[in-house]
């Protein structure tokens, strides 16, 4: 793969995602979401990519997934007007079934092709599968950390927002803003367990859920980006001051600063 494929794609999802936008100014905002977190997600992937040392090749790889990785998404909300997968369809399989009708991916040789389409259909799944191949998975590992890192920020600065007054916080209108945390979600982040989506009853247990995923984040140099930008912190900060969220926070931290410590 060489530079020139990486501005063609660029030139593309710039020229596709532009027709999306229209009238509507509800559809509009939620589309500029989507189009701004790809870009961060661009963003956090060229540093992580820098911080592994990857290489220029692997680099332009995983610019484009982290380019298309959420390319259904436009599509998603134009159609169905909600970014829920179960409510709607797998954003996932729609962004790869997108890139086909557009042969967008026709500049890369197949082995490379696959790769780029296997990361974009996984970036989403619960948990990484263990089938795929080593450079497959690398890339897929990837996409999946620095998609969390920008997933943190953009629900930390919905409750800022819904905080200093402005507007509807979106978490709180999904789950109910009770001050109870569920007894499932709590032992399986004390116990370094991930959480099932399904668990989720209440605002306070979607904390929780983000709060475990750190379990799921493959490269330290993601934890450690984690730990700088304080993002646990400032959950744990909106979960009710109890001996259990004590005992989950140092869980917690202890964990991610092992982590760090042993590089792995
Ligand atoms: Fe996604």
Redesign the pocket.
Known sequence: MEKKDLQQFRAWFDSYIAGFYGDDEYVNTNLKLKEDHTRRVCQETSCLAEALRLGDANMLIAATIALL??V??FEQFVVHRTYNDPRSEN??LL?LSILKKHDVLAPLDQPMRQIVETAIRV??EKELEGDLDERTRLFARLIRDA?KLDVYRVVLDNFKRFEAGGDECLVEREFPNEPTCSAPVVSAVLNGEMIAYSEIKTANDFKLLLIGWVYDINFCQTLARIRERLYLAQLLARLPRTTEMMEVGKCIFKYVDERIEDGE
Do not use: Y
């Open positions: 990785h959420d259904g998404r954003h996932c962004g970036h989403g998609d």
